[in-house]
């Protein structure tokens, strides 16, 4: 398999893209009081037609806002944890590391 050479990478704001998820999400939350507690989220690096960030946090999205239809103020609560990548030899591939 090789290895496609990416040179559509960017920086994608997680921030801004939580904020236009939940903008097309609107007519899901008209007449609930929906609270939503985003914590600051991380910049990532990537292709954005690859990365489909957008349909995976819509979906997401979606589905909490379904599950919690009977609840009378449901909370949703988006945050992230930075995970590192370090290549360690060209062999072993990556490993990720959590801090």
Do not use: C, H, Y
């Not at 929906?34 to 954005?48: C, H, I, T, Y």
């Not at 060209?90 to 590391?97: E, T």
Request: aromatic content about 6%.
């Amino acid at each position: 398999m090789t290895r496609r050479k990416n040179q559509s990478q960017t920086t994608v704001n997680l921030n801004v893209l939580v904020v236009q998820v939940r903008r097309v999400l609107e007519p899901l939350t008209r007449g609930r009081e929906v609270r939503w507690s985003v914590e600051q989220l991380p910049a990532v690096q990537g292709d954005p037609m690859l990365l489909l960030l957008w349909q995976a946090l819509t979906e997401l999205l979606v589905f909490l806002l379904e599950d919690t239809w009977e609840e009378p103020e449901p909370w949703i609560r988006i945050d992230a944890q930075v995970l590192f990548l370090v290549n360690l030899s060209s062999q072993q591939g990556m490993s990720a590391l959590n801090l």
